[in-house]
Each structure stands twice: as structure tokens, then as C-alpha cells.
């Protein structure tokens, strides 16, 4: 006999029964597709706190115990003996890489990370100085129109191929749109460069300047850098049904494209109660100023009147600390002295993660600090701007929207998301 839940209408006693569904691992779903049809009623779910949109096999996140793992993988694991790009093959394959095949995947994506010369023109549409973030959403939906053969793949082959090519080629992007709001010249990828090092050398470098030599031992990209942002980008690469992550699979059942389903993805990232926290945590740290300071921010946090919140604190699904934020901490630590990190900027926020995990307002509330409290002082750190903080997740984030658009169109029980509404209105 399947598993079920009865639920009864108080006002008519009249009971209703739904399937229960098994997860491999965390919560079982009731299945109440049949909900609408059996009852004349809809269910309502604010912020959907209880809903689950899909089934997956991509990641997993036990929020209570601080747990992620993709395709299976602890995130520690990943982050600690994996390179990004091994991590990207593995969301996209269902298993990590052989060497062999780590070599093809990293020559495929080097060749890829080229823009169409038209499309570089698309960037002067824009105006100096306009948000990287903006420029990233519009440049990203207007791959579609290159690449127009990609909007229904049929063989895996193909699939691969329409993912590789925007992995591939969003650091080059998010490069020309960080280059274009400073109205400076874009830097062509370099062959030569791995993917993490291609992206800081496109953010940094002069046109014509040779890298490689270190003329004022400064601009020179060293592999202690290259590392963190290998991390942070490995951080970053999916978590489940977020916010940004729905919209993607929103947009893909539709029927349309997959660079516009991205393009789409992007524009969800860049509020601040997601992925453009990055940057207001350390526009927030910036402002707070000093560690004397911090406690009339914490106070201000705490107070209902008053809408400031806490950037980089609270997560919809970790109720214990956030385990990439866990790595991150880790890994600022080991930076400190290797990397000119911002000794007040750090100190601000050490004075915060202190209060904030002792205080009964944040204890109640399950309030730990999450990746984004963390990665700003890295960030900074590898000099990179802040208007870059949210691209670099976005850089990070790609192939995680990418593989949750393949199992959803590989998935032939989807239907189009069309949620319904509980009306109030004349
Ligand atoms: N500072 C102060 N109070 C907070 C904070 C915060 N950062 N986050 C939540 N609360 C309080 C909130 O006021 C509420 O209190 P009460 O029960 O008294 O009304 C309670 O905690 C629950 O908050 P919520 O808004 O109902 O929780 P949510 O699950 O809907 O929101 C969140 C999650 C991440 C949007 C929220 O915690 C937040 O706005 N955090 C700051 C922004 C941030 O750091 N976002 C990055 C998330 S991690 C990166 C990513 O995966 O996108």
C-alpha cells in the first residue's frame, strides 16, 4: 500500500488523501497535484517555506545538520581536493572526471571562452559605468541569438555542447561588463591561462601588458589567488531550488531558450536578498566603519521598527551555520597573512559573527553567517571590485542554472509553472 496523508475539511468532514512520496535523503513530499481537482481549494505557501518545486538529483542540503553535497559529493570534499572545473564536470556528467577527460573538459572550455566579435559591440549600447550586473543579464540573453540551435537539444552531445559554451564563456563576459563600466579596453581570453586565472588576468590586465612578467611585483596573478577564487567559484556552483535556481527552471518550462533562461537566473541573483548580498556585506561593512560602531548596527538590527538587516546572516534553508561559509572562514583565515586582507574590514566583521552568534535574537532565529558574509573580505582581498562580487557568483552559480535546465527539460513529467493566487481583490 503507497503512503498517504489524509487531510479533512473541518467545515463538511469531508476527508481528502494524498500519496507521499520518499526522498533518497531529507524530507518526503506530499504529492497534491491532485489537491485543486479533489478539493476546489488551492494551497497557499508564502515565499514557498514548504514546497517543493521539482524532484532533482543534482544537490543536496540537510539545512538543520549544515550539510551540501552535489551529485553525492560532501562540498568540503569538492572544495578541498577539487578544482572548479572537475566540480562543473561533475554537475554536468553525474561523476567526477578522469584525468584524461579533466584535460579535454579544461582544452574544450579554453577554446569556448571567445565572444563573437558582434556581440563585443552590444557592450557600447550600454553606458559607462553602468552596473556589470545589468550589462551581464542583457549580454548573457543575447547569446541566444548566436547560438539559436541550442533552444532544443536532442542528443547528450548537444546538451554538452550548449552548456560548455556558457560556462565557458560567462567569465568573459562578466570581464567585458566590469571593463565596460570603467570605459576601459576589453582584454581578450588568453589560451594559455586555466579558467579561474583567465578571468582575474581579463579583469586586470593592461592591453599588451605581460602578465607573466612581474615588473612592480604587483600586478602579477599568483597561484595563491587563483586557488581562492577556484574555491569560492566551486562554493558557488548549485544549491538546489533558490530563488534564482526556480527562476531558471520557471523560464525552461516555457520552452525557452536556455541562455535566456540564464540571462533570467542573473537578473534573480542580483537582489540583495540573494546573491547581490556579496556586495552590500561589504558595502555594510564599509559603512558600520569601525568595531565601536557594531553594536548600534546589531541594535538596529534586532529592532522591529527599523528595516536594516544584517547583510550575509539568515539563510532560508541553513538553520545552523552555513557549511560554504564554514570553508570560507577557513579559508580567510589562511589568506590573512598571504593576502593584504583589510585588517579593519575583518575586525568589523569578527566583532559581528561574535555578537551576533551569542545573542539571543539571532540564536532564536537560526541567524548564522552565510557565504556571502565571508567571501567580500576575500574578494576584496584579490583586489577584485565590488561591483564584481555578485558577477563572480553569477560565474560560479552558471553551470549549477545550466545542469537544473538540462534535468528539466531530460525530465518528460514537467509541466509549465503556472502557480495560481488566492485572490482579495474587487
Ligand atoms: N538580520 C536581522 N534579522 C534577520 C536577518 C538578518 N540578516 N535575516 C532574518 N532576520 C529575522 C527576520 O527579521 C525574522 O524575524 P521575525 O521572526 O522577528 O520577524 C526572522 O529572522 C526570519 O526571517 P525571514 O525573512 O522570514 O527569513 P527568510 O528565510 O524568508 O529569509 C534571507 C532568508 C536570507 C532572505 C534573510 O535571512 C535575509 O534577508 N538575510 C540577509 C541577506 C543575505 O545575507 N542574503 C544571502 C543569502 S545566502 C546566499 C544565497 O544563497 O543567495
Redo the contacts with the bound molecule.
Keep these: 500500500m503507497k503512503p498517504t496523508v489524509t487531510m479533512r475539511d473541518n467545515r463538511t468532514g469531508k476527508e481528502y488523501e494524498f500519496e507521499i512520496k520518499e526522498a533518497t535523503r531529507g524530507p518526503s513530499v506530499v504529492d497534491i497535484s491532485s489537491f485543486y481537482a479533489q478539493t476546489g481549494m488551492f494551497t497557499f505557501d508564502n ?1 514557498y517555506t514548504s514546497t517543493a518545486s521539482c524532484q532533482s538529483k543534482i544537490t543536496f542540503i540537510d539545512g538543520a545538520k549544515g550539510e551540501l553535497r552535489y551529485r553525492g559529493h560532501t562540498i568540503e570534499d569538492l572544495a578541498n581536493n577539487h578544482s572548479y572545473l572537475e566540480t562543473c564536470y561533475l554537475l554536468l556528467n553525474e561523476k567526477l572526471p578522469t584525468k584524461e577527460e579533466s584535460y579535454a573538459f579544461d582544452l574544450e572550455l579554453r577554446h569556448r571562452s571567445f565572444l563573437h566579435n558582434e556581440l563585443t559591440h552590444l557592450f557600447d549600447a550600454f553606458p559607462t559605468g553602468a552596473h556589470p550586473m545589468a550589462t551581464l543579464s542583457a549580454a548573457s540573453a543575447s547569446l541566444s541569438t548566436f547560438f539559436y540551435n541550442h533552444l532544443n537539444p536532442q542528443t547528450d552531445s548537444e546538451y554538452q555542447e550548449m552548456a560548455r559554451r556558457i560556462v565557458a564563456k560567462m567569465p568573459t563576459i562578466a570581464a567585458f561588463a566590469y571593463r565596460h563600466s570603467i570605459g576601459a579596453a576589453f582584454i581578450q581570453p588568453d589560451i594559455n591561462r586555466s579558467f579561474t586565472e583567465n578571468f582575474l588576468y581579463m579583469l586586470r590586465a593592461y592591453p599588451h601588458e605581460r602578465m607573466h612578467i612581474d615588473v612592480e611585483g604587483e600586478r602579477t596573478i599568483r597561484p595563491i589567488e587563483v586557488e581562492a577564487l577556484d574555491t569560492i567559484f566551486t562554493l558557488h556552483a548549485d ?1 538546489e531550488q ?1 530563488a534564482s535556481t526556480s527562476t531558471v527552471r520557471g523560464v525552461a518550462s516555457t520552452g525557452a531558450h536556455p541562455y535566456v533562461a540564464i540571462s533570467a537566473g542573473i537578473s534573480a541573483l542580483w537582489g ?4 547581490g ?1 556579496n556586495e552590500s556585506v561589504i558595502k555594510q561593512l564599509e559603512m558600520i566603519g569601525s568595531v565601536e560602531r557594531v553594536d548600534e548596527f546589531i541594535a538596529r ?1 534586532k529592532d ?1 521598527n527599523d528595516a536594516f ?8 534553508v541553513y538553520k545552523n551555520f552555513d557549511p560554504r561559509a564554514k570553508i570560507l572562514k577557513g579559508l580567510q583565515d589562511k589568506l590573512k597573512d598571504e593576502l593584504n586582507l583589510d585588517s579593519n574590514l575583518m575586525q568589523i566583521a569578527n566583532k559581528i559573527e561574535q555578537i551576533a552568534l551569542s545573542d539571543e535574537y539571532f540564536i532564536k ?1 537560526k ?1 548564522y553567517p ?3 558574509f565571508y567571501s567580500g573580505v576575500i574578494l576584496t582581498a584579490l583586489q577584485i571590485p565590488k561591483s564584481m562580487f555578485t558577477p563572480v557568483f553569477v560565474i560560479g552559480r552558471t553551470v549549477g542554472w545550466i545542469s537544473q535546465w538540462i534535468e528539466f527539460k531530460k525530465d518528460t513529467n514537467t509541466k509549465i509553472a503556472r502557480p495560481r493566487q488566492l485572490y482579495l481583490g474587487e
Excluded at 540583495?272 to 546573491?275: L, P
Design positions: 515565499g544549491h533558490n540583495r536578498a540573494h546573491g548580498a538590527a522591529p538587516r544584517l547583510m550575509g546572516f539568515g539563510h532560508r532565529r541567524l552565510n557565504i556571502d
